[in-house]
C-alpha cells in the first residue's frame, strides 16, 4: 500500500504529515526501552549506522536532508547532538517521493561513500553518492539516473549493498500499474542491481545489450518495495512489500518473479511466495471442515474448507472446534497441501473438526526490517528478524531456527503508529524510528557480564576493510581486556587496529572498533575467517568473516577440463563498462608447460562491447610420459584485478601391461593401508558381496590386483548394494539412525588408495 494510503486516517501524504504524541512500548518483558531522539526537521525516511566505528547514525528526511546523530550517553533526546550532512538538490518530494534511503559503501572506512534513493523530479528518481569528508557530504556524484516515477507514489526506495559488492534498489509500479507481470522492459516493480559505479554487470538475469530489456532487472513482479536488507548468516535478500491485500516479505533471488499485478499470497509455480505476509489492515478467517482437526502424538492438523495460503511460523487462533481442546493459539510447522497446515499441540490424541482459523493483525503497511545481528541480546534472539508496520506501530519479531526457516511470527513491540525504520545499533541495542524522526532504542536486561559484539557476519571486499565494535554488557569492577584473533581460515583476512582493547567501569558501555582487511588473491573464491573476540572468565564470541572476489573480469569458468593433444575454451567479457578501450592479457603461469594459449592470448574490449564475451583457446600439447597435466592460466588487464583458471589435461597414453611391476615391488605401507581398507570394507559387506569375481587380466598383475580390490570392495559387479535412504554414496555419510552400508567409509577410502597405486605404478612404469 502506498505511504499515502498508510497515512489515510492521519494525513493524506508524508509531506503533511503531523507527529502525534510519544508512544512505545515492548511486549517482551526482558527489554527495557528508552527514547533516544525527539525528533528531526523534515519527515524521516530511513536510517543506517556508518561501518566506521564511529558510532554514528545517519538518518534521511522526505525533504532531502541527511542528519547525522551522535552516539552516547546524552542527558535528554533533545539534547543529543544532530549534525546536517547534506541537502540534497534536486529534489522532488511531493506524495511518497523525495529522499528515501541510504546505504553506506562496503569500503566506507577507505572511499567514505554514501549512496542515496532520490526523486529528482516527477519523472525520474536517481541513486547518488556523497563523499563523506568527516561529518559533510561532498562531491555528489549520479550513480545511476533515469530510474521511473510518476512523481505520487509506489516509487519504492529501498536500496542496499548486497555481499557481492553490488548496488541494489528497489522500485514500485509507479501507482499506476508500470512495470508489472512479466514487463522486462521498465525498471518499475522492480529490483535493480548495479556496480557500485553505475555500470551493468553483465550477469544480471534478463541482461541482453542493446535488445529490449532494461538490463538492471534483477527481480520483478513488485508492487511497492520500501524497504530491504541482507540475511548476515548468508547474503539472502530479503525485500519488504507494501501491498494492496496482503503486506509480504520475499527473499529475493536472481531473475524471480513475485508475480504483481496477477498475485499477491496466491502466487502459483513458478513464482516465489511470500517468506513472511498478514492481511493489510485485517485478518483472514478460514473455516475448519467438520473433521477438520486431528491431534497426534504433540503435533495436530488442521484442514481448512478453502485454501488458506498460511505460512510458517504465523500465529494462527483456533475457535470455535467442537473439542475445546483444540482451540488456542498455535504457529504453523507446514503446510502440507493448500487447505491444511500442522502445528505444535499437546495434548491427547483427539480428532475433531469445525470452528475457524483465523490469522494475526499486525498491520497494514509493512516497512523497515533487520537481522539481529549483534550478541547484547541472549542467543535466543540472534539471527531473528525485526520489522515494522507504519499503520499499527507493531515491531514484529520472526524467530528463525535456521536462516531459512521461520519458527514464529509475533508482536514484539509498538510506537503507536508511523514506523519507518529499525537497526542493530554498535552497541548492539536495537533502534527504531517513526516518520517525526523520534527514536527508541531497547536493549537487553543483560544480568552477567558478556562480550557484545555489533556483527557476528561480516561480509567484505577483497581489498577492502571493514569494521565491528566491541563493547560490555554490564559494568565491570574492573579493567577488561579484550582481544580480537583470527583463529581460523584465509589468512589473507587480517585483524588490524583494536585487536586489543581495554574496557573500564567508566567507558564498558561504548563501543570500540576492531578493523578488518581481506587481501587481494588470484582466485574467484569466497574466502572465510573466523576471528574469536574473548576475554578471560567470558564467553567468546565468534565473527565469521566472508571476503568477496570483487573482479571485474566475468568467465564462463574457474577451471577447464581437456584432452592431452586436444584443445578446450572459455570465454571473458567485462562487468563493468570501460571509459576507453581494455586489453586483457592471458597467460600461461604456473604449472606443466605442454599446457598453452593457442588463440585470444590479447582481448580487446571498447565501451561498446565490453560485455560480449571473447573466446580464449588452450591446448594441451601430446608427451611422452603418462601423467596428467596441470596448469594455471592468469588474465590481467590494467586497472582490473586478475584471477586464475585451473586447466587439468587427462592423459591419452596407454600403459605398456608388460611392463608394470609386480605388485611386490610397491611400497609396503601404501599396500598395507589398502589391505586394511580392503578388509575393513570386505568385514562390513561380507554378506552383500557376490562370490564371482570378474576376470583378471593376467597381462597387468597390478592392475589386476587392484581391479580385484575395488570390484570387492563394491560388491563385485553382481551384488545387490543399495545405498541407505540419507546417506551419500559419494562420501559415505549417513544421517543419523541410517545403519552403515558398505558403500561407507572403508570403501571410499579403498577407491582412493586403488587409484593412487595405478598411478604410482604406471608412472614407474614409465621411469618417472
Given at each position: 500500500m502506498s505511504l499515502s494510503r498508510r497515512l489515510l486516517v492521519a494525513c493524506t501524504t508524508l509531506a503533511v504529515f503531523t507527529p502525534d504524541s510519544s508512544h512505545a512500548d515492548i511486549v517482551d518483558e526482558n527489554f527495557t526501552e528508552r527514547s533516544y531522539l525527539g525528533s528531526l526537521p523534515g519527515t524521516a525516511t530511513g536510517m543506517a549506522w556508518a561501518p566506521d566505528g564511529s558510532n554514528r547514525l545517519?538518518?534521511?528526511?522526505?525533504p532531502g536532508s541527511v542528519w547525522i546523530v551522535a552516539h552516547g550517553d546524552i542527558p535528554t533526546p533533545a539534547e543529543r547532538d544532530t549534525r546536517l550532512f547534506a541537502t540534497v538538490t534536486p529534489i522532488h518530494f511531493s506524495g511518497e517521493c523525495g529522499l528515501l534511503g541510504l546505504v553506506f559503501d562496503p569500503d566506507f572506512l577507505v572511499n567514505h561513500y554514501v549512496y542515496f534513493f532520490v526523486t529528482v523530479s516527477a519523472s525520474e528518481q536517481q541513486i547518488i553518492r556523497y563523499t563523506a569528508e568527516g561529518d559533510v557530504g561532498t562531491n555528489k556524484t549520479v550513480i545511476v539516473a533515469g530510474l521511473p516515477t510518476n512523481g505520487g507514489n509506489h516509487n519504492g526506495g529501498a536500496i542496499g549493498v548486497g555481499p557481492d559488492g553490488k548496488l541494489y534498489w528497489a522500485i514500485g509500479?509507479?501507482?499506476?500499474?508500470?512495470?508489472?507481470?512479466?514487463?522486462?522492459?521498465?525498471?518499475a516493480a522492480k529490483v535493480g542491481r548495479a556496480n557500485l559505479d553505475g555500470g551493468v554487470p553483465n550477469d544480471n538475469p534478463f541482461f541482453d545489450g542493446d535488445g529490449p530489456n532494461a538490463d538492471y532487472i534483477?527481480?520483478?513482479?513488485?508492487?511497492?518495495?520500501?524497504?530491504?536488507?541482507?540475511?548476515?548468516?548468508?547474503?539472502?535478500?530479503w525485500l519488504d512489500v507494501v501491498g494492496t491485500t496482503y503486506e509480504q516479505i520475499f527473499v529475493v533471488n536472481r531473475g524471480d518473479h513475485a508475480g504483481y499485478s496477477a498475485y499477491e499470497n496466491n502466487q502459483p509455480n513458478g513464482l516465489i511466495t511470500p517468506i513472511i505476509k498478514y492481511r493489510t489492515n485485517a485478518t483472514d478467517a478460514l473455516a475448519l471442515t467438520p473433521s477438520g482437526a486431528l491431534r497426534s502424538a504433540s503435533g495436530v492438523t488442521f484442514t481448512t474448507a478453502a485454501p488458506h495460503g498460511f505460512r510458517r511460523g504465523e500465529m494462527i487462533t483456533i475457535a470455535g472446534v467442537s473439542d475445546a481442546s483444540f482451540n488456542g493459539n498455535v504457529y504453523v510447522a507446514s503446510t502440507p497441501s493448500a487447505t491444511t497446515f500442522t502445528a505444535i499441540q499437546t495434548g491427547p490424541n483427539a480428532a475433531s473438526g469445525s470452528g475457524t482459523a483465523v490469522t494475526q493483525a499486525l498491520g497494514g503497511c509493512v516497512t523497515g526490517g533487520t537481522f539481529y545481528a549483534a550478541t547484547q541480546f541472549a542467543p535466543e534472539y540472534w539471527g531473528n528478524y525485526f520489522f515494522g508496520d507504519f499503520n499499527s506501530g507493531n515491531i514484529v519479531r520472526a524467530v528463525m531456527s535456521s536462516p531459512a526457516t521461520i519458527e514464529s511470527v509475533q508482536i514484539w513491540g509498538n510506537v503507536g503508529g508511523h514506523l519507518i525504520d529499525i537497526e542493530t545499533g554498535p552497541d548492539g541495542a536495537l533502534y527504531y524510528i517513526r516518520a517525526s524522526g523520534e527514536m527508541f532504542r531497547a536493549a537487553f536486561d543483560a544480568t552477567v557480564q558478556g562480550l557484545v559484539v555489533s556483527h557476528r557476519h561480516v561480509w567484505m571486499l577483497e581489498g577492502g576493510e571493514q569494521s565491528i565494535s566491541v563493547s560490555l554488557a554490564i559494568a565491570p569492577t574492573a579493567d577488561v581486556v579484550v582481544n580480537a584473533v583470527r583463529t581460523s581460515g584465509d589468512p589473507g583476512i587480517v585483524v588490524g587496529a583494536g585487536a586489543r582493547l581495554t574496557f573500564t567501569p567508566a567507558n564498558w558501555s561504548e563501543p570500540q572498533s576492531v578493523n578488518l582487511s581481506a587481501a587481494t588473491d588470484a582466485d574467484t573464491l569466497l574466502d572465510t575467517a573466523i576471528i574469536d573476540v574473548s576475554s578471560p572468565a567470558l564467553l567468546t564470541r565468534a565473527v565469521t568473516v566472508n571476503a568477496v572476489d570483487r573482479n571485474s573480469l566475468v568467465v564462463s569458468t574457474d577451471t577447464l577440463g581437456i584432452d592431452e593433444g586436444a584443445s578446450g575454451t572459455f570465454t571473458v567479457a567485462l562487468a563493468t563498462q570501460p571509459s576507453t578501450s581494455t586489453t586483457v592479457s592471458v597467460m600461461h603461469s604456473a604449472g606443466d608447460e605442454d599446457i598453452g594459449v593457442s588463440s585470444g592470448a590479447a582481448l580487446t574490449f571498447t565501451p561498446a562491447d565490453f560485455a560480449t564475451p571473447q573466446t580464449v583457446t588452450i591446448d594441451a600439447a601430446e608427451d611422452a610420459d603418462a601423467i596428467d597435466d596441470r596448469a594455471t592460466v592468469a588474465l590481467t588487464a590494467n586497472g582490473l584485478l586478475s584471477l586464475s583458471i585451473a586447466i587439468a589435461a587427462t592423459d591419452n597414453d596407454?600403459?605398456?601391461?608388460?611392463?608394470?611391476?609386480?605388485?611386490?615391488?610397491?611400497?609396503?605401507?601404501?599396500?598395507?593401508?589398502?589391505?586394511?581398507?580392503?578388509?575393513?570394507?570386505?568385514?562390513?559387506?561380507?554378506?552383500?558381496?557376490?562370490?564371482?569375481?570378474?576376470?583378471?587380466?593376467?597381462?597387468?598383475?597390478?592392475?589386476?590386483?587392484?581391479?580385484?580390490?575395488?570390484?570387492e570392495a563394491d560388491g563385485g559387479s553382481d551384488a545387490t548394494h543399495h545405498e541407505a535412504p540419507g546417506s551419500d554414496p559419494g562420501c559415505g555419510c549417513r544421517a543419523p539412525g541410517v545403519p552403515a552400508s558398505r558403500g561407507g567409509l572403508a570403501s571410499a577410502l579403498l577407491v582412493a588408495?586403488?587409484?593412487a597405486i595405478r598411478q604410482r605404478a604406471r608412472a614407474r612404469t614409465r621411469g618417472i
Open positions: 545517519f538518518v534521511t528526511t522526505q509500479d509507479n501507482g499506476i500499474g508500470r512495470g508489472v507481470n512479466a514487463d522486462l522492459a521498465s525498471l534483477w527481480a520483478r513482479g513488485l508492487r511497492n518495495p520500501f524497504t530491504m536488507t541482507f540475511q548476515p548468516a548468508n547474503g539472502g535478500l596407454p600403459l605398456a601391461p608388460d611392463a608394470a611391476p609386480p605388485v611386490e615391488d610397491l611400497d609396503a605401507a601404501v599396500l598395507d593401508a589398502a589391505s586394511a581398507a580392503h578388509d575393513a570394507s570386505a568385514d562390513a559387506g561380507a554378506a552383500g558381496r557376490d562370490a564371482d569375481s570378474p576376470p583378471v587380466d593376467a597381462d597387468s598383475p597390478v592392475d589386476a590386483t587392484l581391479d580385484a580390490m575395488a570390484t588408495l586403488v587409484l
